[in-house]
């Protein structure tokens, strides 16, 4: 079959490596994809269609005879790409918009958190600032203030104490820096502890659980500075071991799907649980309703069963025929490397050196983000340029954790580009 992935980023890129693997795919498309997916193999082409043009991609899927679609990013699931691809007899791996909701509302996602009671934060939701701000005047303790809808993973801010609470406020209520996800805010307790993320596959019945991995959301080593949309990944993770992983089954996931169901909005396709493991036990701390990035290119460099396989069980409501997925014992360690300023603004168009050289170090895969091709005179060169914050995902395996994380940055030595910088302590956690 052929197979349209919607996205561009690295997680994407990995989507697409993945499923052209399988012996059931012909041909693999990606929209918009970046360099990597543009020069990755001739089984894998990019397509000049933007991720929110969902009459563009109804088009081509239907007169390229895609066989499956499978949609990367949280931003046209929330918009409800799944339903449009529905409603036209389209085969499309992902929520509905109302069920996306889980991650496109926070507020919505609390709701749902409570009435299935499931661990997690004290809250409360305002729409107004004001009102946030004098909920804030008697507490002194560190809070978590959110902004209610996407905004690329930079919408939660972590403050120590009352200064900085009222300070996050008037970030997301008056100087507007998430725009239309911060028209309402949830404020809510900080929990302390360690953070995981554990994801899984379900089709609203039969819940297929994967491996768990850590993000390293800070920008900075030692886990300081502003929230990004994640520096790195790793899996497995030592912290969650068989029974806590059937304890996030019981006490999390069930309950999740479960009342989603109850509340008319049936959930299908990944749900990727971030947990806070604290000492009371795992706690979540929000929902995502698609594979994590960079968590998705760890995980799928361990897969090893037919995704495209798995994708359509679920579809079709048909799991629980679904072996339980094969994993590759070997860790897998992910670097990602960034453009200077990154999260905060940054340039692009930036040449990158070292790709093919990163290409040979043993046990490693170079996923790309933020890149593109930037066209040249002569017609046999290829010039990869930056076009992104998060611009590659170095991907490597090992033996042990500490093998991995060599074979990752023994590859991220190699590629070099005018302000490219990462984080230089991915996976060290696992080895405290």
Request: charged fraction near 25%.
């Amino acid at each position: 079959m052929n197979i349209l992935v919607v996205g561009s980023g690295g997680r994407e890129h990995a989507l697409a490596w993945k499923l052209a693997g399988s012996s059931r795919v012909k041909r693999v498309f990606v929209a918009p994809g970046n360099a990597g997916t543009a020069t990755e193999g001739s089984d894998i082409e990019n397509v000049p269609i933007k991720e929110l043009e969902f009459p563009k991609l109804l088009e081509f899927a239907k007169q390229n005879k895609i066989g499956l679609t499978v949609v990367g990013s949280e931003v046209p699931l929330c918009a409800g790409i799944v339903d449009v691809f529905d409603r036209e007899g389209l085969r499309i791996f992902g929520p509905s918009k109302s069920a996306a909701q889980l991650e496109g509302s926070k507020s919505f996602c609390k709701e749902i958190l409570r009435r299935g009671d499931v661990p997690t934060a004290i809250y409360n939701v305002f729409t107004g600032g004001d009102e946030a701000i004098q909920f804030l005047q008697n507490r002194d303790n560190p809070i978590v203030v959110k902004a209610d809808g996407l905004a690329a993973g930079k919408g939660v801010i972590v403050c120590k104490n009352r200064s900085e609470s009222i300070e996050a406020v008037h970030r997301i209520k008056k100087r507007r820096e998430f725009g239309e996800a911060g028209d309402r805010i949830v404020i809510e307790e900080r929990l302390d502890g360690e953070e995981v993320s554990v994801l899984a596959i379900t089709d609203g019945s039969t819940i297929l659980m994967l491996q768990p991995a850590q993000d390293h959301k800070p920008a900075f080593d030692g886990d300081v500075g502003p929230n990004t949309g994640g520096m790195g990944a790793y899996s497995p993770v030592p912290i969650v071991d068989d029974q806590m992983l059937r304890w996030i089954e019981e006490r999390v996931l069930v309950p999740t799907v479960h009342t989603m169901n109850s509340n008319g909005t049936p959930f299908k396709g990944v749900l990727y649980a971030g947990l806070m493991i604290t000492k009371q036990g795992p706690k979540v701390l929000e929902y995502n309703v698609r594979f994590g990035d960079p968590e998705c290119q760890p995980l799928l460099m361990r897969l090893n069963c037919d995704l495209v396989d798995i994708m359509e069980a679920t579809i079709d409501g048909k799991l629980d025929s679904i072996r339980m997925p094969e994993w590759d014992a070997r860790h897998a360690v992910c670097v990602v490397m960034a453009s200077k300023g990154y999260p905060n603004e940054y340039e692009t168009g930036k040449p990158i050196r070292g790709l093919d050289d990163a290409a040979k170090i043993p046990n490693t895969k170079v996923f790309h983000a933020g890149t593109a091709i930037e066209k040249t005179d002569n017609k046999d060169e290829i010039k990869i340029i930056t076009n992104g914050g998060r611009v590659l995902g170095v991907t490597g395996l090992g033996e042990t954790i500490s093998d991995a994380k060599f074979a990752a940055y023994s590859a991220v030595k190699k590629i070099r580009w005018d302000g490219a910088w990462c984080r230089k302590d991915i996976s060290d956690k696992a080895t405290k």
